[in-house]
């Protein structure tokens, strides 16, 4: 008797002010059930309605255990494919298949995958700062926990908070994010610069570019930087603009990562195949789950690009817990990004207050120590969800303004 699917549902809770999205499916075996994320914290609504109207109507009674065959399925039956919505609620039930049938072989997801091929995984964590000073000062607390690799940011990403237009822009110019990319270039060389006189060779350095200056200035910046050994530079360019990357290669010997906002294949498949980028960092929920993540990394492989999957905020323990188990059993592995979230037992006891409630709703986090994360050995993902917990934290449907970015002109400009 196969084990088919009885029941898909959408949990929406915000533990931390962050909009994620879960999705649970419930089997025809009576307590086998596996959760998934879907989370696009800025659409939650949207994914809501296209997993309970059309995924859930095309999936019930269906075998649960046909991965492969259910993700093609979602994937054409609304006709047009590889759209940031769509892909969100097809991770979400694609995420929630793979914990069921880690559960039905009583195996953790990494077992499925072949296995382990390191013991933890190698995580980076963001430290930001006004100046040097309180930059170093976040980078040494990060030191002190273990940490080897560290994003460095003064100022978020060249841009400060959503505001009145400053000084400088147009008469009537509207509110908004505004960005000065020259300051911003030259400051990012001088705090990385600064960075490295600090603390030597000792920690590894990632930059985040958020694809936030004109392409030809990334190029500028990419140069600029070489001198300081980066672990890589992140997003130099927009996703619509990665020929520029072949520029950064001719004039810099830099690592690359790309990729947190790719959603479609093609996006990523010449940049792998050229070899134009070092480090593929695809968002989890956004490529539709584990089954295309597992594909990708597989593909990488073969052209020598390592994965550092996007690890922020906005994706709930269940992605987090989905990216570490294919780290663990991936020759490619690079690093991982780790938004700071530890276990209840983790000794910094000021973290786990600011973790808590997010612990309380999703227990079962992989474990961060020294500097890496390891995962559980429960079968499947190895995370699960209080629901009455979760309600605690209903959702809020605001309009998004830190990605109302501006030049200064008054124009927008991708965030
Ligand atoms: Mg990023």
Known sequence: MPVTIRDVKVICTAPEGINLLVVRVDTSEPGLYGLGCGTFAYRHLAVKLVVEEYLKPLLVGRDAESIEELWQLMNQNGYWRNGPIENNAIAGVDMAL????????????????????????????????????????????????????????????????????????PANAPDGVYLDSRKYISQTVKMIEGVRERFGDTIGIVHDVHERIAPPDAVRLAKALEPFNLTFL????????????????????????????????????????????????????????????????????????????????????????????????????????????????????????????????????????????YPNDKP?????????????????????????????????VTP
């Open 98 to 169: 793979w914990d069921i049938k880690g559960k039905l072989a009583k195996m953790p997801l990494y077992q499925l995958f072949g296995g382990k091929v390191r013991e933890a995984v190698a995580v980076y964590r963001h430290a930001d700062g006004n100046n040097l000073d309180e930059l170093c000062a976040n980078i040494q607390k990060y030191v002190d926990l273990g940490v080897k690799t560290i994003r460095v940011q003064c100022g978020g990403y060249g841009g400060g908070g959503y505001s009145h237009a400053p000084v400088g822009t």
């Open 234 to 373: 992140e997003d130099p360019v927009q996703l619509e603009q990665t020929e520029y990357i072949k520029r950064i290669r001719e004039c810099s010997s830099i690592p690359i990562a790309e990729g947190e906002l790719f959603n479609n294949p093609y996006e990523w498949r010449n940049l792998i195949q050229e070899r134009l980028i070092d480090y593929i960092r695809v968002h989890i929920t956004q490529i539709g789950g584990i089954t295309p993540a597992r594909k990708l990394q597989l593909f990488a492989e073969q052209y020598g690009v390592r994965t550092a999957w996007h690890g922020p905020g906005d994706m709930s323990p269940l992605a987090h817990a989905a990216n570490i188990h294919i780290d663990i059993a991936a020759r490619n592995f690079g690093v991982q990004e780790w938004s700071g979230i530890e276990p209840p037992n983790f000794v910094i006891q000021e973290l786990r207050a600011n973790h808590g409630a997010l612990l309380d709703v999703f227990p079962g986090l992989p474990e961060y120590k020294d500097g890496y994360v």
């Open 380 to 412: 499947g993902l190895g995370v699960d969800i209080d629901e009455e917990e979760a309600k605690k934290y209903p959702c809020r449907n605001d309009v998004t303004t830190w990605t109302q970015t501006r030049n200064y002109d008054g124009s927008l």
